[in-house]
Nanobody, 121 residues
Framework: VQLQASGGGLVQAGGSLRLSCAASGRSISTSSMGWFRQAPGKEREFVAVISWSGTNTWYADSVKGRFTISRDNAKNTVYLQMNSLKPEDTAVYYC???????????????WGQGTLVTVSS
């Protein structure tokens, strides 16, 4: 499966962005999906995960209450709604597919290319 993230850009602190991750090659309806990010000079970190049905989600403490992960299996797409953005949210954001428990451990079967989010102060 190929994953393509989009929707990044430059936004002021306090603003919002919605990232999309479109899958192709096969359906992701049976896969859990996750978002990760990597800031300059830092390691890649987990952001959010959603189960195949959308029933279960989990977030990193740093984004809890501000970010929302969702999915539309009919469109083979996963989203990350980011509100109340902070400068420390600046990073390249990646989507990934795999098992729910694996995503929480940063172990994914498929990775997409990233999309850059820059939050200015």
């Amino acid at each position: 499966v190929q994953l393509q993230a989009s929707g990044g850009g430059l936004v002021q602190a306090g603003g919002s962005l919605r990232l999309s991750c479109a899958a192709s090659g096969r359906s992701i309806s049976t896969s859990s999906m996750g978002w990760f990010r990597q800031a300059p000079g830092k390691e890649r970190e987990f952001v959010a995960v959603i189960s195949w049905s959308g029933t279960n989600t989990w977030y990193a403490d740093s984004v809890k209450g501000r970010f929302t992960i969702s999915r539309d299996n009919a469109k083979n797409t996963v989203y990350l709604q980011m509100n109340s953005l902070k400068p420390e949210d600046t990073a390249v954001y990646y989507c990934a597919a795999g098992r729910y428990s694996g995503i929480l451990r940063n172990e994914c079967d498929y990775w997409g290319q990233g999309t850059l989010v820059t939050v200015s102060s």
